[in-house]
């Protein structure tokens, strides 16, 4: 295996327990809260320093992925964004489903 191979690989791993961090995060907590980025990449971080900064960005890459499989929203000022174009500070909650009446039609 390669050196590129391997950090893609990592890359992969790395991702998928983010995403995981991100939902496992979510459900521990109430159903409308939501979760800082550095919460998942403090989660998922392994040493005792601030590495886990160089986790940002792979977090709001996993936070993106989780939008894109309607599993999250990622917001900014209690708002839903587009996660590609979010500046600055953001937030992750559940994705808000439409609510049904009950005859199962959308409200």
Known sequence: MTGRQEATGLQEVTGRHLEQAILNLLERRGPTATICPSDAARAVYQGDDD????????????????????????????????????????????????TTRADGASA
């Open 51 to 98: 590495g886990w900064r160089d986790l940002m960005e792979p977090t709001r890459r996993a936070a993106r992925r989780l939008v894109a499989t309607g599993e999250v929203e990622v917001t900014r000022g209690g708002r839903a964004v587009d996660p590609a174009g979010a500046r600055g500070p953001v937030r992750i909650r559940r994705a808000r489903r439409p």
